[in-house]
């Protein structure tokens, strides 16, 4: 047994062997390579070997004399590099081709892109920091941020990126690694180095791992002074040095040692990492068999630079068993104390040998044995395309933490017993998490001097979302609350009238500034300031998106490192770009020029358009103004008119809810929803029949034309310019109607006549309906509406006479009326039968934005579902949405329009046939396709400034965009 045990022992140390071994530098074609680099160094003199050991710095943003100092170094002194600081990327490639045609041999250029190239120039991508990605649980997301960082910085011509950061951040004090880390824990930085490095080094940019022997654990900037770790062998093997070993084994290309002062690695008092023997020689290139290439870190550094004298400090480094001198102060003193230590036998030439041949081997395997300029052409597109956002958004979304969720407040479910007030903290903008959280209910911003005020103000409000929001431009920027925030936050959180949301946009050590927060209900992290952390954070609160993520850190000692209590999503809308759904955003803009042309052709001054797909709204547009002869424009905050999409949205909601509850069913008789009408021709109309627009009903009863007098106003007999207890029932300002005429309107409606068999849409048949939920439930149906659906979805955009709820100026205008009210209608219904019913009617009335007709589409998509509530069964929508009487030839649901059977109907005629929707006389247009996922909302005011405008019927606009839709799907 013993002998098994010491067999399998010595197998393994001989694989591990064996694997840390690798040489990290080989390329694919290792003769070639080999024979390149031979001839290479062959042909070089000691002068030209030398040189080869510097890596020199420039920014792109320096003016002419340093950037030629640098084409003059490059051609005296033979450096092998240069590493790009700060500046632009059109300059950068202009400079690269120019120091390249310089050079004898083609240069290694690198870069600090840890989390792209943005880390160090101007347009260009910046992904999230790594800590931010330690938070992923996905590892292959950060793989792919890997890759797309590394294509960009081969399309930049940049060979080597110095990075990943392998530090262990252990203290939350640190100045210089912080969010540069992937946390704290070392197998998370591990996984997430490995991920990255890979995924770099798969389109064939050099990784470069650092800062050796781990930087995490100090409060001190090794750019000021050098950081003391006094920490034993066994914590340094466990911890700092724990992702270095891991990441030679999978064979990473190079490693940067750091500055640091480490004792028990390091016996000689005060000597960095970086000049040390026992740290480079002995134990990284000896111990740990590292054959990658070794770089310094910046020997301009105070850490180091103050060490030894001008030009030894580049020699030390040399001698310590360093490959590349990066950032030497003064390249002509260390250049000549080289060449001197070469000559007096200090260096030795295999010494010398084994750095410059791996030089040349990293060169070969980023392929310079063929190098090619530059294309400065295209550079800034290529280097920030939809791909990154896509990926950028992927990350974030994975990333968000929810730390502390009590009473399982998040995700927010229900919205109708919701009051909500939003505080802002930090003193970087919030703009984007406050739209957002505005997207799904009601916000109230509050604003405040003292603790004082803030409870006077918010104590009418039951939940408080608090933002805090720090700077997004460097991960070195402050992140801690102030003195009063730190008390605010905790007060906001105790008051008894409400519960608290915390979201936190920077660092997860921001949380340690407050020392109880028990009395928090919860908190999201969503790591950084950006616009889509932004967004995503008030999805994740809403329940859009599920939160996925863990803190890499301990942010507090009540939240441990790994912390993270995962959501899952409720079926509400998030939003998108078109591609994270399957749209190709260039085909897309077709709908803009189609909207556009609208305009210029007069078919309506304004218009919305939402496009959503798979849950994302990818598509919310606004255009034109509310009115011709208006500056201002349309937001998509602005109301219209739905006229008749109120058919879907308004009523059907509630017969639905009936047939559920067994208060009606299809087979229903008018004569039994309205008594009175049992000795009428309609007594025998069918619920279905009427709804499916197969009744036999007129198409709609001109109500309003008999209380006009003879002179085609209204008659006062019928109308007041008061209210009074006997004329309440308000159609117009100063424009109030008899209470009387309700009754009138009824039985007008069952003194009709059928008429012949066969399709006819008609709006009589909701009147029929509304008369009958209002009498069955005792309520109005504007109310009950609000508290069954409106409320509870979130739709606090969606309304019945929305002059009193919304500024008139929100509300686009419908008409300039000259044959009833005499005015401009605007924030009343245009729809003259809505109107006598007091703006709510059952097939017209509702206005809205088309967000929330979105939301009520998507519910019907969802089988009924939304926002973790179940308003209906799915098999009810289903029964609703079903053609009964196609084979009559009527296309109709229940209420439903659908797909034409012919040639032509109320369709591109590219949409499925469980697809469904309706369209509204004021120039609206909703429709939804479960098949494609896809809603689809129009909204304009094609009657403005007058309802014989039908430009935009004639046109068949509304479908030819619905056509534009499907032509940009890919998949």
């Not at 590493?83 to 690269?96: D, E, N, W």
């Not at 009051?419 to 003193?427: L, R, S, T």
């Not at 992140?479 to 608290?500: D, H, L, P």
Request: with cysteine; aromatic share 10%.
């Amino acid at each position: 047994m013993k002998q098994i045990l010491v067999f399998y022992t010595l197998t393994l140390l001989y694989t591990y062997i064996s694997f840390a071994q690798i040489d990290p530098l080989s390329a694919k074609d290792t003769l070639a390579q080999k024979a390149w680099v031979n001839t290479k160094y062959n042909a070089m003199s000691l002068e030209e070997r030398i040189g080869q050991l510097f890596m020199v710095s420039v920014a792109s943003d320096q003016n002419k004399t340093s950037t030629d100092k640098i084409k003059q170094q490059i051609e005296q002194y033979h450096i092998g590099g240069v590493i790009f600081s700060k500046g632009g990327p059109v300059q950068q490639a202009i400079l690269t081709n120019q120091y390249q045609a310089a050079s004898n041999l083609p240069l290694l250029i690198g870069q600090d892109a840890e989390w792209g190239l943005a880390m160090r120039l101007d347009s260009t991508f910046a992904y999230p920091w790594n800590m931010t990605l330690g938070a992923i649980q996905k590892d292959d997301i950060v793989a792919q941020v890997g890759k797309r960082i590394g294509e960009h910085a081969k399309r930049l011509g940049v060979h080597i990126n110095f990075a990943p950061d392998l530090d262990v951040n252990i203290n939350p004090k640190n100045p210089i690694i912080g969010n540069r880390s992937f946390g704290e824990h070392r197998v998370n930085v591990v996984r997430k180095a490995v991920a990255f490095n890979k995924g770099m080094e798969s389109v064939g940019v050099l990784a470069s791992g650092k800062h050796f022997p781990g930087h995490g654990d100090t409060a001190t900037d090794s750019h000021k002074s050098l950081p003391f770790l006094d920490f034993s062998k066994e914590r340094l093997d466990s911890i700092e040095l724990y992702p270095f070993k891991k990441m030679i084994d999978t064979g990473i290309s190079s490693i940067m040692v750091a500055h640091l002062n480490i004792p028990a690695l390091e016996p000689k008092e005060g000597l960095p990492s970086s000049l040390s023997k026992k740290i480079i020689k002995e134990y990284l290139k000896g111990a740990l068999q590292y054959k990658g290439l070794v770089f310094t870190d910046a020997l301009n550094m105070k850490a180091v630079s103050e060490f030894a004298p001008k030009g030894e400090v580049e020699l030390s480094a040399f001698l310590a068993g360093n490959d590349m001198l990066l950032m030497p102060v003064d390249v002509a003193s260390a250049h000549a104390k080289m060449v001197e230590a070469y000559h007096s036998g200090r260096i030795s030439e295999a010494r010398l040998e084994s750095s410059v041949k791996k030089i040349l081997k990293a060169k070969y395997k980023v392929g310079l044995n063929t190098y090619r300029p530059v294309v400065v052409a295209g550079l800034v597109n290529d280097l920030h395309t939809i791909e990154d956002d896509l990926l950028y958004e992927k990350a974030i979304e994975n990333a968000i933490t929810v730390v502390k969720n009590n009473f399982s407040i998040l995700p927010v479910r229900r919205l109708d017993n919701k009051k909500i007030a939003y505080v802002k903290f930090g003193d970087a903008p919030g703009d984007t998490f406050l739209n957002t959280l505005k997207t799904y209910v009601d916000v109230d911003v509050i604003h405040a001097k003292d603790i004082a005020e803030y409870r006077e103000q918010l104590r009418n409000y039951n939940l408080v979302v608090i933002g805090f929001h720090k700077s997004n431009a460097s991960p070195w920027k402050a992140s801690k609350f102030s003195e009063n925030e730190k008390y605010w936050v905790q007060e906001i959180a105790r008051m008894r009238s409400n519960n608290t949301i915390l979201s936190v946009f920077t660092k997860p050590y921001a949380l340690l500034d407050i020392q109880d927060w028990s009395a928090m209900d919860g908190i999201v992290m969503a790591y950084q300031n950006s616009a889509i952390a932004q967004e995503k954070a008030a999805e994740v609160i809403f329940g859009a998106i599920g939160a996925k993520g863990k803190l890499p850190v301990t942010a507090h000692p009540s939240f441990k490192v790994g912390t993270g209590i995962n959501t899952k999503p409720i079926a509400r809308l998030g939003f998108s770009m078109p591609e994270r759904v399957g749209f190709d955003r260039t085909k897309l803009k077709e709908v803009d020029k189609l909207v556009q042309a609208g305009l210029d052709s007069l078919m309506y001054p304004g218009a919305q358009v939402l496009i959503a797909r798979k849950g994302k709204v990818i598509y919310n547009k606004s255009f034109g103004k509310p009115i011709y002869e208006t500056n201002d424009s349309i937001t998509n905050n602005h109301l219209f008119d739905l006229a008749s999409v109120t058919k879907i949205l308004g009523t059907l909601p509630l017969v639905m809810k009936m047939e559920e509850e067994g208060k009606i069913e299809l087979d229903n008789t008018f004569q039994e929803l309205i008594p009175a009408y049992k000795e009428s021709e309609l007594k025998d109309v069918t619920v279905l029949k009427a709804l499916s627009h197969y009744g036999r009903l007129p198409a709609w009863i001109a109500f309003y034309v008999s209380t006009l007098d003879d002179n085609r106003k209204p008659s006062d007999f019928f109308y007041r310019r008061e209210p009074s207890p006997d004329y309440s029932t308000k159609v117009f300002d100063g424009m109030y109607l008899s209470n009387a005429y309700k009754d009138s309107i009824y039985n007008r409606i069952g003194r009709q006549e059928l008429k012949s068999n066969k399709y006819r849409y008609s709006d009589v048949a909701y009147y029929v309906m509304k008369h009958y939920i209002e009498d069955t439930y005792g309520e109005r149906l504007d109310a009950l509406l609000n508290r069954f659906l409106l409320r509870p979805i979130g739709a606090t955009h969606m309304a019945y006479n929305p002059i009193e709820q919304f500024p008139r100026a929100q509300i686009v205008p419908t008409e300039e009326d000259n044959y009833y009210r005499f005015k401009r209608v605007q924030g009343y219904v245009h729809d003259m039968g809505a109107a006598m019913q007091g703006g709510v009617g059952g097939h017209a009335g509702l206005f809205s934005n088309a967000l929330d007709v979105a939301k009520i589409m998507q519910m019907y998509l969802q089988g009924g579902y939304y926002g973790g509530h179940r308003f209906f069964n799915e098999r009810t929508v289903k029964k609703f949405n079903t053609c009964y009487f196609c084979d009559e030839d009527v296309r109709r649901g229940v209420g439903f329009d659908k797909p034409q059977l012919k040639n032509s109907g109320p369709t591109c005629g590219c949409v499925s046939r469980e697809s469904f929707g309706h369209s509204g006389f004021t120039g609206t247009y909703t429709w939804a396709d479960p098949e494609e996922e896809l809603v689809y909302v129009f909204l304009s005011n094609r009657t403005y400034p007058t309802m014989t405008n039908n430009l935009l019927v004639k046109s068949g606009l509304r479908t030819r965009i619905q056509q534009a839709i499907y032509d940009s799907l890919i998949n």
